[in-house]
């Protein structure tokens, strides 16, 4: 079983919400780890988004809009990308990244598309 | 501006070897540490390895120790990763990519040098 798991499509509308999720395995706790969010457009490297931890430990990137944010579901063992306010040029890959066992570890990754 | 700039990539057989460089600019090369992260054709991120500011730490995927070797020249501005034994699961674009400040998250990006594997 992987490590992190992404659904690996999504569709949403545009001006809509559109929540990206990324399981963590079972064992692995989401709530001890810094969950970190890249995008990546086709034919050019990834961007880092922003991480989250805990509304105490988050971080945006640089230039990031406000409306892409972080949050957890412990419940489900998950971290959430948010994005509102969906627009066509965010239609990309986002991955999922987190530290484990000394080794940066990312998801898989999912396509969202706007349409 | 922070440019990372990667170069040595090309078609090669399975089982022999290449070395890429990544030249850097734009900042204190040798404040920082970099990586090298990796995509195959149409798939997903995939981490490689680390190396600190000072070569003290260096980390490797379990998908590439003991074929892999990163290195750093901190007076000329490079990185560089030593691909022996190379396989065809090695075919990706291999991206240079620095860390933050603290070490946290890949800030920077090169545009990627493609490596094939390939009889």
């Known amino acids: 079983q992987a490590v992190l798991t992404q659904p690996s499509s999504l569709s949403a509308s545009p001006g809509a919400s559109a929540s990206l999720t990324c399981t963590l395995r079972?064992?692995?706790?989401?709530?001890?780890?810094?969950i970190y969010w890249y995008q990546q457009k086709p034919g050019s490297p990834p961007q880092y988004l922003l991480r989250?931890?805990?509304?105490?430990?988050?971080?945006?990137g640089s230039g990031v809009p406000s409306r892409f944010s972080g949050s957890k579901d412990a419940s489900a063992n998950a971290g959430i990308l948010l994005i509102s306010g969906l627009q066509s040029e965010d239609e990309a890959d986002y991955y999922c990244?987190?530290?484990?066992?000394?080794?940066?570890?990312f998801g898989g990754g999912t396509k969202l598309t706007v349409l | 501006e922070v440019q990372l700039v990667e170069s040595g990539g090309g078609l090669v057989k399975p089982g022999g070897s290449l070395r890429l460089s990544c030249a850097a600019s734009?900042?204190?090369?040798?404040?920082?540490?970099m990586n090298w992260v990796r995509q195959a054709p149409g798939k997903g991120l995939e981490w490689v390895s680390s190396?600190?500011?000072?070569?003290?730490?260096?980390y490797y995927a379990d998908s590439v120790k003991g074929r892999f070797t990163i290195s750093r020249d901190n007076a000329k501005n490079s990185l560089y990763l030593q691909m022996n034994s190379l396989r065809a699961e090695d075919t990706a674009v291999y991206y240079c990519?620095?860390?933050?400040?603290?070490?946290?998250?890949?800030?920077?990006w090169g545009q990627g040098t493609l490596v094939t594997v390939s009889s």
């Open positions: 990519a620095r860390d933050d400040r603290w070490g946290n998250y890949f800030d920077y």
């Open positions: 190396i600190s500011s000072s070569s003290s730490y260096i």
């Open positions: 734009g900042f204190t090369f040798s404040s920082y540490s």
């Open positions: 990244m987190i530290w484990h066992s000394s080794a940066r570890v």
């Open positions: 989250y931890k805990s509304d105490s430990d988050k971080q945006q």
């Open positions: 079972s064992g692995i706790n989401v709530g001890t780890y810094r």
